[in-house]
């Protein structure tokens, strides 16, 4: 496999990616941003916590879709994350019926 062939290998499977993420959007209340990974979540519970001077995140992911394409089986009913980098959490408008 050439290098090319790798390339349009991945920029095929982040393309799956992105148009699995925009049809599983609305099936989810909340987006979360770690400095790894990327998350669609109904459930989000975060709790900062000290150790010595250190401040890290826990957060805790109920019914979550993961972006990660190298991973077969992005649903995953409970994710839990510790970081001391910068988490974000935001909340998706509500869907209109």
Do not use: C, H
């Not at 879709?65 to 995953?76: I, K, L, Q, T």
């Amino acid at each position: 496999m050439s290098a090319e062939d790798l390339e349009r290998y991945e920029t095929e499977i982040e393309l799956q990616l992105y148009q699995e993420y925009r049809a599983v959007l609305p099936m989810f209340r909340y987006v979360v941003e770690t400095e790894r990974r990327f998350y669609l979540a109904n459930d989000v519970k975060m709790e900062a916590k000290g150790e010595g001077s250190r401040t890290f995140f826990e957060i805790e992911l109920g019914d979550a879709w993961v972006w990660d394409m190298y991973r077969p089986a992005r649903f995953v009913s409970s994710v839990r994350v510790v970081t001391f980098k910068d988490v974000n959490v935001e909340e998706l408008p509500e869907k209109e019926l």
